[in-house]
């Protein structure tokens, strides 16, 4: 396996079988053209097998922090440590971009999801509760 950043709209979209949808260029190149955003693909043989997402995120009383957006791996792929070692690549990197600390917010049920973070090294921070404004018409 092979962890790499993606640096372009075209390899996000050889790997969209791994996002909730189409990889959209437009979406894409601002994705990848803003600061501190970061997206790692895992390749086995070539092919896209598993994506993480970041984002800093800076405040000025606390520095900067890393938020897991997004971890996926395509299913013919899972339980091998694919997710795992795209977390921990996710979590060298932001600690080599001077970040304090990296967070996910995952669903409390979502058993895979929590096994994955917690063999990265993850701890548990408590309960966590989420907001959202839908925003789009």
Request: net charge negative; charged share 25%.
């Amino acid at each position: 396996m092979d962890i790499r950043r993606a640096l372009t709209p075209a390899e996000l979209a050889a790997a969209e079988s791994l996002f909730d949808g189409p990889a959209r260029e437009e979406w894409s190149e601002r994705f990848l053209a803003a600061p501190g955003h970061l997206m790692l693909i895992a390749y086995v043989d070539g092919v896209p097998a598993g994506m993480v997402s970041g984002i800093e995120m800076s405040h000025p009383d606390k520095g900067t922090e890393m938020c897991l957006y997004e971890l996926s791996v395509d299913e013919g792929y899972r339980r091998r440590g694919i997710g795992r070692d795209l977390t921990r690549a996710l979590a060298e990197e932001a600690k080599a971009r001077g970040c304090y600390g990296m967070w996910v917010g995952v669903d409390t049920d979502n058993e895979a999801a929590l096994a994955t973070y917690d063999a990265a090294g993850a701890r548990d921070e408590g309960v966590f509760s989420m907001r959202g404004w839908p925003l789009a018409p």
